[in-house]
């Protein structure tokens, strides 16, 4: 009796240890998102890393339900897919359009098969973490592993005995692009180039990207294959037509749109093969170095440590206590999402492509890529300047680093190139926000002199708003085409001009800021009474007909709005919320309109315009139990553990973040204004790591208080030992205060 009782004692503490050992990564779940079109993957990359390594699950079978081929499709694994082709190099997670995703490698055994439709293998034993992925190949035996440094890749193929294969098909991926050269280096190593680019269908947007491969063990056979045009006569005497043709005699360059190189060796049951892919987007020799400088003499466990590492540092940038641990999981899991964009750019020389070029441009600091601004500008970029801020400085200097080169701030930029897509002039809330934050660091009078030209120039001068004149002119943008997306296009210049006008005042620019700022209200000549609704309108000034305030859900075409109806835009003024009600009828009118919102499913968690709606109630006193109502309801019902525990495409982090700021009980609603609304954590104790360079404390705490589990409601607050009554905090006060502390009740008062 006692050995039994010594042991369940020794259980329970052996239990309590490994649960208070657990690391911020431990609760990263990476097949969160992998379905429900939420487009993140389970793959290996470094924080911010230009690098990743994906499994590549969405060609070639008719065991798989998503086909990028047979459908739009913009990720390179969907979690109920079943059949690999490869593993891909350099990816995007959480976007909306089809890009990158190539440099496929894969490893299979018998006889060479070089049809990928043939090669391809179903899998099992799944395991992914930060830094890490591994599987087993069904059909050969053959487990995967890889893993990842900023510039590099790593794959670990361990065969069964006999003749085995590794190959890399350069002639697919998610790019719209084709076009690829292979050349034969040595006995164990290739180079080469594809070309990449198209992101959502912009057809000059396109961009190289060079690679050097490497294996670890010397092949039997090296050699290239290249799928052959379809021949008319000729065919008579060339029984490769239309057909794959191997090389296994020719080592010198080989180009075309669909090639391959393949190693094939003999192996003994559980040989391990390692293959270290180095990638710039600048030049071979640059790839070389990428590779030789961040792998060396390392192997795969100790890359793969530390990818690990790096991870955990970034994460425990943020500690919370209390919650359960699937909260804690969807909590770390979105903070990892938010982390894997924007990416490095430069090679560990400082050689970057400059934006919009063919220059080739060395930094000193870090050069950022992938700006899905439309996206980012609501939090992400907040997040970074409260818990990244040196990321977030070297990210703005970037930014005016493409000004300088290209003549604009970026509005959707990839690998060097602007690819225009969305709308509005997201560069601009994102610079002031830093600023106003107190972020230092960068030419604040060029990020003025850039920001003011897009606000300014007419219309067919004007990358940004090329529907400026009729902005300028009217106050609005109306609508020209049925689809033109003129209401959503305004109402992104509105935030901007308001974003702009705040800056403008901090400079002394008075006459600046009082134009902008009365710019940013021409939100209102949308309003329609009839309605209660921001409703598109007519050059003459006349509303348009009919007005069906429903029709954009699902994505569906909607004239005036962008990828939504006019119930997921018209409470889009965040920097206007009171004037908004004030049209509404005041606060009781509007409080029961957005209300109506989330109770008859017309709030859209899956897209943008209006992520910040269950914030809008605690602008109004006595309706702050609202948000905190909402924010709850939509965490526990659309942020879960599972590969649909995203609600929609997560935009980059974009979702990630909003679930992050609402999960610690703070969120910035009203981009490029320095302050924070507050709702109710789900955590007992966040514990945010500042960094001295940009703050006065070391940490801030947001510490929570809750009698019962069943207690959501905030009851009272203090902020750094003083009593808060106000739900919206100063970024600057919140972070000098310290500590933000809450006390919960279970029903609102």
Known sequence: ???????????????????????????????????????????????????????????????????????????????????????????????????????????????????????????????????????????????????????????????????????????????????????????????????????????????????????????????????????????????????????????????????????????????????????????????????????????????????????????????????SDEQKTVFYTALYHMLIHPNILQDVNGQYPAMESDRILTTKGNRYTVFSLWDTYRNVHQLLTLVYPERQLAMVNTMLDMYREHGWLPKWELFGRETLTMEGDPSIPVIVDTWMKGIRGFDINLAYEAMRKSATLPGYQNLMRPDNDDYLKLGYV???????????????????????????DSLGKKGDAKLFYNRSLGYKSYFCKDFGMLRPKLPDGTFYKPFIPRQGENFQPCPGFHEGSAWNYTFYVPHDVLGLAKLMGGKKPFVAKLQKVFDEGLYDPANEPDIAYPYLFSYFKGEEWRTQREVLRLLDKHFTTKPNGIPGNDDTGTLSAWAVFSMMGIYPDNPGDAAYMVSSPVFDKVEITLDPRWYKKDKLVIETVRPTSAAKYIKGMTLGGKSQSSYRIAHRDLVNAGILKMVLEERAQ
């Open 478 to 504: 109306p609508l020209r085409e049925q689809y033109d997306n003129s209401v959503s296009h305004a109402l992104e210049y509105y935030i901007a001009d308001y974003a702009l006008s705040r800056l403008a």
């Open 1 to 323: 009796m006692i050995r039994n009782i010594t042991a369940c004692v020794a259980f329970v503490l052996f239990a309590f240890v490994a649960q208070a050992q657990k690391e911020p990564a431990d609760y990263v779940n990476a097949f969160i998102g992998t379905t429900n079109y939420g487009t993140t993957n389970p793959g290996a990359v470094t924080p911010n890393g230009l690098m990743s390594v994906v499994p590549f699950n969405v060609m070639g079978s008719s065991l798989n339900k998503f086909d990028k081929d047979a459908q739009w499709f913009s990720t390179p694994y969907e979690h109920t897919n079943s059949f690999l082709t490869g593993f891909s190099h350099v990816n995007l997670s959480g976007v909306g359009c089809p890009d990158l995703g190539s440099l496929l490698l894969m490893p299979t055994t018998g006889k060479l098969n070089v049809d990928y439709k043939e090669y391809g293998s179903s899998y099992t034993n799944e395991v992914a973490s930060p830094g890490y992925y591994s599987n087993m190949l069904t059909k050969y035996g053959v487990k995967c592993e890889v893993s990842a440094t900023p510039r590099s890749g790593i794959s670990r193929f361990t065969f069964p005995k006999g003749e085995s294969h590794i190959l890399l098909n350069l002639g697919e991926g998610l790019t719209n692009e084709s076009g690829g050269m292979l050349r034969k280096v040595s006995e164990t190593e290739i180079e080469g180039m594809k070309l990449l680019g198209t992101f959502c269908y912009n057809s000059n947007a396109v961009f190289p990207i060079y690679f050097v491969m490497r294996v670890s063990k010397e092949p039997k056979q090296i050699g290239y294959w290249k799928k052959q045009r379809t021949m008319g006569v000729e065919a008579q005497w060339d029984n490769t037509s239309g057909k794959n043709k191997i090389y296994t005699t020719y080592g010198k360059e080989l180009a075309g749109d669909d090639i391959g190189a393949f190693f094939s060796f003999d192996t003994d049951q559980g040989e391990q093969v390692e293959v270290k892919v180095g990638v710039s987007f600048v030049s071979i020799e640059n790839a070389r170095l990428n590779l030789n400088t961040e792998q060396a003499n390392e192997h795969f466990d100790a890359i793969r440590a530390n990818a690990r590492k790096m991870w955990n540092d970034d994460l425990s940038r943020i500690k919370v206590t209390g919650g």
